[in-house]
Structure formats: C-alpha cells, structure tokens
C-alpha cells in the first residue's frame, strides 16, 4: 500500500514537471493590439456595441471584424482614439459628425407593476438590480450604465429609461481623458 502512494506521488510530480515544463515552452503570447484596444474602452461591460462585454469588442475590433465607433458608452473620445490607434479614419458614434453620444440614462422600475419574476437582474450586467423573486425591484442609479438590457428582458414592461440631468452630483470625465502619443 505504501510502495502504491508513493508510485502516485511520484507519478504526480513528474507529470506536474511536464506540464510546468510545456506551459513555459509552448506559452501563447496575447495580441497586444487587442490589450491597447481594451484599455481605451471604458469597461462598462454593457453590451451596446452588439458584443458580451469589452473583450470581446476589442478582440472584433483589432481582428478588423467590427467597425471602432459601436462604444456608445465611451463616445466620440473613444471612438477617435481607437481610430488614431488603428490608422484608420475616425467615424463618429451617431454616425454624423458632432452628434455625439447619447444622454447618459438609468432604467427606472414602475413598483407598482413590477412582479418580481427576476428576469432584469439575470440581464443587468453591472449588478444595479436589486430585489428578489415575487417581490418588488428597483435600480441603483449609481452603477446602472444605461445599457437597456434590463427593458426587453421585462415580461411586464414596466422599466423605462430616464435621462440623468447632468449636474455637480452626477457629473463624470469623458471616457477616456487620456490622449494616445504618436509614435514619432
């Protein structure tokens, strides 16, 4: 029986070697163009661009495969900046010129029609819905990013979006405020 352990530890650390050994040597490197275009979106993980979240969108989008202005979160300054980062030329988010994103909103629940069945929290990416199942919900304003996702998924129709006024409270930097270096 111990001679039996030991040839299983034996037999664990070798393979444990082996598999140490052909993660260093065979290791995938990432494309760095696709960390860059990551990091200049604003993590919001809404699903507005038509993608889950933005690892996805930055993949599409350094794969060439999706357009560099579909952020609706991060507008025209993202929007730009992508576009400088890829060579390509700058479209806007509303698709003209100087339109520019859409007024920040935040899903607000009707309680009085509201049934509790659940169906915005298992949408809501960011976690701005609380309640619980047969009882009434209601949205977080603060971390509720306006994405919409909550309002289709209601059998009830009893969310709607309200534009945030915009004042000292509620006021934030455009996503993102850092500008990207030319290479010289």
């Known amino acids: 029986m111990l001679s039996a352990i030991l040839v299983m530890i034996l037999l664990g650390v070798i393979l444990g070697a082996v598999l140490g050994f052909a993660s ?10 696709v960390e860059k275009v990551e990091a200049t979106l604003p993590q919001t993980q809404c699903g507005q661009c038509g993608f889950a979240g933005c690892r996805p969108y930055a993949e599409a989008v350094a794969a060439g495969q999706a357009e560099p202005n579909l952020c609706v979160p991060g507008g025209d300054n993202v929007a730009k900046n992508l576009a400088e980062l890829l ?14 994103p859409k007024p920040k909103m935040v899903a607000f629940i009707d309680e009085n029609t509201c049934i509790g069945c659940t169906a915005c929290i298992k949408v809501c990416p960011v976690d701005a819905i609380v309640g619980t199942t047969k009882q009434m919900h209601t949205i977080l304003a603060d971390p509720c990013t306006g994405c919409e996702l909550c309002v289709p998924a209601c059998p009830v129709d009893c969310i ?11 006021w934030k930097w455009q996503y993102p405020v850092f500008e990207l270096k030319k290479a010289a």
């Open 24 to 33: 260093i040597k065979f290791k995938v490197e990432g494309n760095p163009l």
């Open 87 to 100: 060579g390509v030329e700058f479209k806007p988010v509303g698709g003209n010129e100087g339109v520019g």
């Open 160 to 170: 709607s979006m309200i534009p945030v006024q915009e004042n000292v409270a509620t």
